[in-house]
């Protein structure tokens, strides 16, 4: 499986700003996507990243809140934007690859774990 | 609308003994199920899946059994171990065609301890 990194890992901010985290993959992926883990609760997908064309987001998730960027095949950032201590959560990458025998599977990055203040 | 519920939010078993977390799901379109394991300040971890063809799935100390009329899947980790302790995640996906990838949707996760 690909090996997954993010930065950064924790993040302690003020409501109102803007938080840009990275998603880096050691090997070309087809498939990026970026989750949410609000405290206690379960992973909810946030978006997949398109490369070379726009995020698709889920029902309940925008644009402008969680913009997406996917530049190539290793790379992807999500920014979250104008905070409020409601943004606080785990923030995780993950990679899937529809060509792979597996192309249901998907690993996850470490997770970024963001705290609103 | 929750559609993959795991409603034992812990567990607790003892070393050496057999470990069952359940899982329920509703959306009848799901045909791939995964688990995953997730440890403190981790990312989750892919353990095994099972294709909604199948009823069973083995690989080592793990076995996911699938009982599509129940819509109702299990991991069985036999036999268990203190490292073994963790968050437990059921996933299930339903395809959306060939270039569009496969959404997870995740259950609320059970805290497994195995008890030395």
Redesign the interface.
């Known amino acids: 499986?690909a090996v997954?990194s993010q930065k950064p890992s924790r993040d302690i901010c003020q409501r109102g700003t803007s938080l840009t985290i990275q998603c880096q993959v050691d090997s070309q992926v087809?498939?990026m996507?970026w989750y949410r883990q609000q405290p206690g609760?379960?992973?909810?997908?946030i978006a997949?990243a398109n490369q070379g064309s726009e995020a698709?987001y889920?029902s309940g998730f925008v644009i402008d809140k969680f913009p997406i960027s996917r530049p190539n095949l290793t790379f992807s950032t999500l920014t979250v934007s104008n905070m409020s201590p409601e943004d606080s959560s785990i923030y995780?990458c993950?990679v899937?690859d529809?060509s792979a025998r597996?192309?249901?599977?998907?690993?996850?990055?470490?997770?970024t774990?963001l705290t609103v203040t | 609308d929750q559609q993959v519920k795991q409603n034992s939010p812990s567990l607790s078993v003892q070393e050496g003994r057999i470990s069952i977390l359940n899982c329920d799901y509703t959306n009848s379109m799901f045909d791939y199920f995964l688990w995953y394991k997730k440890y403190p300040a981790e990312g989750p971890t892919f353990l095994i899946s099972i294709s909604s063809i199948k009823d069973k799935n083995e690989d080592g100390r793990f076995t996911v059994f699938l009982n599509k009329s129940a819509k109702h899947l299990s991991l069985h980790i036999v036999p268990s171990q203190p490292g073994d302790s963790a968050v437990y995640f059921c996933a299930a996906s339903a395809k959306r065609g060939e270039t569009s990838g496969s959404r997870l949707t995740f259950g609320e996760g059970t805290q497994l301890t195995v008890n030395p």
């Not at chain 1, 609760?41 to 997908?45: D, E, F, P």
């Not at chain 1, 597996?102 to 997770?111: H, T, V």
């Open positions: 499986s997954i087809t498939m996507f609760q379960s992973l909810t997908l997949t698709t889920e995780l993950s899937g529809v597996r192309a249901y599977e998907q690993y996850f990055g470490p997770g774990r």
